[in-house]
């Protein structure tokens, strides 16, 4: 079955980075567009990035823009998130999520408008 296995999250000072990644298995990983999602503290989902199939096409959130990179690597099944410049509104548990056709933003902030989540990594930004 289908499976998102999100890692690298951790406790951060203001202004650090972290780099999280998300292992894709039981499907053709280079099929799928993905997606990072975070929900902070008592929030809603918010969309963060989102990748092409190909890898050759992204797009962030406002929030994040320069600031974050997202990645993937076809070969490896894995999908990349390199956040440098951190600040305590990223806090969030990051969860990674795919789906089968994509497009540009607008995306949904519900988790059926994705088709499939991992389990989220915890990331705590804080001096």
């Known amino acids: 079955q289908v499976q998102l296995v999100e890692s690298g999250g951790g406790l951060v000072q203001p202004g650090g980075s972290l780099r999280l990644s998300c292992a894709a298995s039981?499907?053709?990983?280079?099929?799928?567009?993905m997606y990072w999602v975070r929900q902070a503290p008592g929030k809603g989902l918010e969309w963060v990035s989102s990748i092409n199939t190909g890898g050759s096409s992204t797009w962030y959130a406002d929030s994040v823009k320069g600031r974050f990179t997202i990645s993937r690597d076809n070969a490896r099944n894995r999908l990349y998130l390199q956040m440098n410049e951190l600040n305590n509104e990223d806090t969030a548990v990051y969860y990674c999520?795919?789906?089968?056709?994509?497009?540009?933003?607008?995306?949904?902030?519900?988790?059926?408008?994705?088709?499939?989540w991992g389990q989220g990594t915890q990331v705590t930004v804080s001096s």
């Open positions: 039981g499907y053709t990983f280079s099929r799928y567009w």
């Open positions: 999520a795919n789906t089968r056709h994509g497009g540009p933003p607008p995306y949904g902030n519900r988790r059926s408008d994705y088709d499939n």
